[in-house]
């Protein structure tokens, strides 16, 4: 079973940056992290988890939410089994739990948006953006 284990999060003032990482370990057998789907998710107090953004198994494909495109970056290195987020220029309405998933299971999917297309989830890490 995958793990994914966030890290990186933080307080940070308006227009401030914040790199995110996600590591994975445990991959199922015959499956390595080069293999999986990724995405980042962040969900706010009472609000739904939303999509931030997802990047293809070779990075060739990337997508974004319009609230943080061009903001955000997402990358990946396979080499490290880890994923990034890289976010500039943050809001206030950026303030949220922002989690790390994984569709592990063999897909044609290349991004997805649809958290439920997602089958590992990390605990999330919290991001406050406040002056």
């Known amino acids: 079973q995958v793990q994914l284990l966030e890290s990186g999060g933080g307080l940070v003032q308006p227009g401030g940056s914040l790199t995110l990482s996600c590591v994975a370990s445990?991959?199922?057998?015959?499956?390595?992290?080069?293999?999986?789907?990724m995405g980042w998710f962040r969900q706010a107090p009472g609000k739904e988890r939303e999509f931030v953004a997802s990047?293809?198994?070779?990075?060739?494909?990337?997508d974004y939410a319009d609230s943080v495109k061009s903001r955000f970056t997402i990358f990946r290195d396979n080499s490290k089994a880890t994923l990034y987020l890289k976010m500039n220029n943050l809001k206030p309405e950026d303030t949220a739990a922002y989690y790390c998933?994984?569709?592990?299971?063999?897909?044609?999917?290349?991004?997805?948006?649809?958290?439920?297309?997602?089958?590992?989830w990390g605990q999330g890490t919290q991001v406050t953006v406040s002056s």
């Open positions: 998933a994984a569709i592990t299971e063999v897909s044609i999917l290349v991004t997805a948006a649809d958290p439920n297309k997602y089958d590992a």
């Open positions: 445990g991959h199922a057998s015959g499956r390595t992290f080069l293999t999986y789907v």
């Open positions: 990047i293809s198994r070779s990075s060739s494909e990337i």
